[in-house]
């Protein structure tokens, strides 16, 4: 290729008459061939370009843009799975709590129409109040509840009304006093929307009545989670 030794000579004369030549000079001229010549014709005026030979001597003083993409991209993918896992963790103890109070409020609902009986804690022969929580309780997620009401109104969580959820328990004072003033002696699960679920008095059966009521109103005591619902919403809640 004539025309390329003719360049080559032209720039290697030039530069030994200019020996004070820079090195932005140079790169100047191959700025102008590289617009008429291929790369490969260039190639050999790299060697002598002295920006060129210090970059390739010079060790890199740090990661390669590309290698720190991708232990930022790790990073971030180690600390997404992470979140993940905390995140299922959470989904699966809601799950799970979700899972026990649908269980509670639907076998607590199969019973109504079981007639009151004093002492009752069975279904064939009739329930009380706290007979009928405890069977629920037990029955539904194996869980065993004290065997009467006052019992069961002094353990567990105590859940203030705003924040109550199905299958929170629900405490009466109805009686040893006026409009609510006497002990805690009734008991039932609350359902959701104000609504509680329970065996009543003599004469009556299991049956859903509303907090709003005025008998019941007057003689609400609290609300009460039993203990091991109230771990497994913690943990739904705190992950």
């Given at each position: 290729m004539p025309n390329t030794r003719l360049v080559l000579a032209a720039l290697a004369t030039a530069m030994c008459f200019a020996g004070t030549a820079s090195a932005a000079d140079i790169s100047s001229i191959?700025?102008?061939?590289?617009?008429?010549?291929?790369?490969?014709?260039?190639?050999?005026l790299a060697a002598i370009t002295p920006a060129a030979a210090m970059a390739?001597?010079?060790?890199?003083?740090?990661?390669?843009?590309?290698?720190?993409?991708?232990?930022?991209?790790?990073?971030?993918?180690?600390?997404?799975?992470?979140?993940?896992?905390?995140?299922?963790?959470?989904?699966?103890d809601a799950k799970t709590s979700q899972g026990l109070r649908d269980m509670l409020i639907g076998l607590a609902m199969e019973?109504?129409?079981?007639?009151?009986?004093?002492?009752?804690?069975?279904?064939?022969?009739?329930?009380?109040?706290?007979?009928?929580?405890?069977?629920?309780f037990e029955r539904a997620i194996g869980l065993q509840l004290p065997s009467n009401s006052a019992s069961q109104y002094l353990v567990g969580k105590i859940i203030h009304r705003d924040?109550?959820?199905?299958?929170?328990?629900?405490?009466?004072?109805?009686a040893g006093g006026r409009h609510g003033t006497g002990r805690i002696s009734h008991v039932a699960i609350y359902i959701g929307e104000g609504r509680f679920i329970h065996s009543p008095r003599r004469g009556e059966s299991v049956r859903v009545d509303?907090?709003?009521?005025?008998?019941?109103?007057?003689?609400?005591?609290?609300?009460?989670?039993?203990?091991?619902?109230?771990?497994?919403?913690?943990?739904a809640h705190n992950g």
């Amino acid at each position: 290729m004539p025309n390329t030794r003719l360049v080559l000579a032209a720039l290697a004369t030039a530069m030994c008459f200019a020996g004070t030549a820079s090195a932005a000079d140079i790169s100047s001229i191959q700025a102008q061939v590289s617009g008429k010549f291929s790369s490969t014709v260039l190639s050999p005026l790299a060697a002598i370009t002295p920006a060129a030979a210090m970059a390739q001597s010079t060790l890199p003083t740090q990661l390669p843009y590309a290698t720190v993409a991708s232990a930022k991209d790790s990073t971030a993918a180690d600390t997404a799975a992470t979140a993940d896992d905390n995140d299922n963790a959470q989904f699966s103890d809601a799950k799970t709590s979700q899972g026990l109070r649908d269980m509670l409020i639907g076998l607590a609902m199969e019973l109504r129409h079981v007639r009151y009986v004093r002492g009752g804690r069975d279904p064939s022969t009739g329930f009380d109040c706290s007979g009928f929580v405890r069977y629920v309780f037990e029955r539904a997620i194996g869980l065993q509840l004290p065997s009467n009401s006052a019992s069961q109104y002094l353990v567990g969580k105590i859940i203030h009304r705003d924040a109550m959820q199905p299958g929170d328990l629900v405490f009466f004072r109805t009686a040893g006093g006026r409009h609510g003033t006497g002990r805690i002696s009734h008991v039932a699960i609350y359902i959701g929307e104000g609504r509680f679920i329970h065996s009543p008095r003599r004469g009556e059966s299991v049956r859903v009545d509303n907090l709003s009521d005025s008998y019941w109103a007057k003689r609400f005591a609290g609300a009460r989670r039993p203990e091991a619902m109230a771990q497994i919403d913690a943990g739904a809640h705190n992950g």
